[in-house]
């Protein structure tokens, strides 16, 4: 083939290129972000890149404000407050790096990118700390603080100690909850010693009644978007431990009785209609619902019905757990 006929293909090449990017437009939709926090106020959509696992990906929430529903990322399946890690299912969303303790001081970027709070420093007086290198989700801790306020106002105590949370020192696995930000393992820190929540010794009168400080926060951790998910140790140290994963959801996985947030998922994915959960403490009735994420497609549309606030989760598996209420007109 002469270089004149190369050249000319060339051109022609170019050409075309030119012609199909002039007829591209830019998507219609109102782009949603994923986290659990609810904002009222509309979101300029971000610069996506299409990848399997983005790195880094931190995202505010935002209300429908389109008749054409709203689009998340579909990358971003991959963070959230609903994120199912266990011994089969890793975290799936590389953070930059899961840093040595001696580092910490030095790195402030690596945790605002992770929108991570340091409870050292942030933290209310309504609680204690095991270690000054302790940190949570950004959306997390406000309603970890309410809770710790309720629990002061109703015991009297200010003997809960945060042993364990955000994983810092590199050495945990990436099949362990704490390693979304959003778990939380706590005890009782009292006389120079550790007991657990559960403990028969260190019991708290509320309204008349006797019972565990477990007790309590079983029966309160819901309203503020905690689930209980177990104990964790042996004897007096024992670590109870709660998984942030907001109101709708925390109220919904009561109902399921579910404490795991991988068999929350599988439910929701497998029975895909909408299921309704009431929060009778704010007269709100929220619609749930699953959409797998699109693998062909930068982004992923949801059908949300305008004006709606609304929370958007990925499951760490193949798509997004929306959960809505219609506010009041």
């Not at 007086?125 to 940190?135: C, D, G, Q, R």
Request: one cysteine or more.
């Amino acid at each position: 083939m002469g270089k004149k006929t190369v050249l000319i293909l060339v051109f022609l090449s170019a050409l075309l290129l030119m012609v199909s990017c002039s007829d591209e437009e830019p998507p219609v939709q109102t782009t949603a972000v994923v986290s659990d926090l609810v904002v009222t106020t509309p979101w300029t959509t971000p610069e996506v890149e299409k990848e399997e696992t983005p790195i880094n990906l931190s995202y505010a929430l935002t209300t429908n404000q389109s008749e054409d529903g709203i689009t998340v990322p579909s990358a971003s399946f991959v963070s959230g407050t609903l994120l199912a890690i266990n011994d089969e299912t890793s975290f799936r969303y590389k953070v930059a790096s899961l840093l040595p303790a001696n580092k910490i001081s030095s790195s402030v970027s690596h945790f605002k990118e992770q929108n991570l709070i340091r409870l050292y420093g942030n933290k209310s007086k309504n609680y204690l700390l095991a270690s000054s290198l302790v940190f949570i989700k950004e959306d997390a801790f406000q309603a970890w603080e309410d809770l710790m306020a309720a629990f002061v106002t109703d015991t009297g105590k200010k003997t809960v100690q945060v042993v364990s949370a955000y994983v810092y020192n590199g050495e945990e696995s990436l099949y362990s909850p704490f390693v979304t930000g959003y778990s939380i393992a706590i005890n009782l820190y009292e006389d120079g010693a550790n007991y657990s929540l559960a403990s028969y010794e260190k019991t708290v009168t509320v309204n008349g009644k006797t019972m565990t400080c477990l007790d309590w926060f079983q029966d309160h951790c819901v309203r503020y978007g905690f689930v209980y998910t177990g104990l964790e140790g042996n004897q007096a140290n024992t670590l109870a431990t709660f998984r942030y994963v907001g109101i709708p959801h925390a109220l919904a996985m009561q109902r399921l009785d579910y404490v795991d947030t991988q068999e929350y998922i599988k439910f929701l994915r497998y029975y895909s209609q909408t299921h309704t959960v009431t929060d009778l403490e704010n007269s709100l009735i929220w619609n749930i619902d699953f959409y797998p994420a699109d693998k062909e497609e930068v982004l992923t549309k949801i059908t949300i019905p305008k004006g709606a606030v609304y929370t958007v989760s990925g499951n760490n598996v193949d798509g997004f757990i929306v959960a809505y209420y219609m506010p009041e007109s």
